[in-house]
């Protein structure tokens, strides 16, 4: 007696989404793994170390220290900074929007190389390693700005009741960030040699940016350079974030032109993302 044969079924994979934009519920369906990389990339970048999440600290403080003597006492730039405003709170209140800049850039960009046995041998939406990776440098954000906060109040400046408006300074910094490192991951699957312009580009934005010195509101200036500047995504919010820690008045024009300009970046760096998504697992 012969057995019969079983049907051959075909199995036709697409993708879910035919717009370029990704599942999101699917990513709110894996937001637990989104959690547990987060966790493991803040575990990792803090084992053996003998300070742990202090190194959050010590980086900032250290970094206002050499740029107070070098550049506020040194050059001078102390005169022309922020006035009534010691250079040291200015500066540290940049350099800490600054530094989780350039941290969640440089993790979310390496992100999927770093992490491509898994991208390999498992599916999840890869969109959770650079979202995770920009999570985990919230977290040396939150260290640090509750060290600037003591510090901001021993040196006399308190901050005011405007500290309710930091949540669209960090929405700002995230769009610009996340857009980036989405886009800079999945070009660094097929071009590594991505993994080495990244840093050269942080070291050149830091200098770009209105970070070590201080710019005058886009509204008291529409000359092209004024203009050019806040065409830098990160001048904005940054800005913005000096402005309400210092008790300035705050550049909404500045703002407005940044984030619409970050706002823009994600949603390239998304499309481009999703659209080589597929490739990962081959050449990764």
């Not at 008790?247 to 481009?272: E, K, M, N």
Request: with cysteine; charged share 10%; aromatic share 14%.
């Amino acid at each position: 007696m012969t057995t019969p044969r079983r049907a051959l079924v075909a199995v036709d994979i697409r993708p879910l989404s035919s717009h370029l934009t990704p599942d999101w519920a699917e990513l709110w369906a894996y937001r637990d793994l989104l959690w547990m990389f987060a966790v493991r990339d803040v575990q990792v970048r803090y084992k053996q170390t003998l300070f742990g999440v202090a190194w959050a600290i010590v980086q900032p403080v250290m970094m206002m220290v050499v740029m107070t003597l070098i550049f506020g006492k040194g050059l001078g730039l102390e005169d022309t900074y922020i006035p009534g405003v010691p250079y040291a709170v200015g500066y540290l209140a940049a350099q800490i929007v600054w530094s989780f800049f350039a941290a969640a850039l440089t993790s979310s960009a390496n992100s999927l190389v770093a992490n491509a046995a898994i991208v390999r041998k498992a599916y999840f939406p890869r969109l959770l390693l650079p979202l995770a990776a920009t999570s985990t440098a919230m977290v040396d954000f939150a260290v640090a700005f509750v060290v600037y906060l003591v510090v901001t109040v021993t040196m006399g400046v308190v901050p005011d009741s405007r500290l309710l408006l930091l949540p669209l300074v960090l929405i700002g910094t995230a769009i610009t960030t996340l857009g980036l490192g989405l886009w800079l991951s999945a070009l660094m699957v097929t071009y590594r040699d991505v993994r080495f312009v990244v840093p050269y580009c942080v070291q050149v934005g830091f200098f770009v940016t209105p970070v070590i010195w201080w710019e005058q509101p886009l509204a008291t200036r529409l000359d092209p350079w004024g203009v050019l500047l806040y065409l830098n995504p990160i001048s904005g919010p940054l800005t913005t974030f000096r402005d309400i820690m210092t008790g300035q008045p705050i550049d909404w024009a500045g703002w407005a032109v940044s984030t619409s300009v970050g706002v823009a970046v994600l949603v390239f760096g998304l499309r481009y993302f999703v659209r080589t998504e597929a490739l990962f697992a081959d050449v990764a």
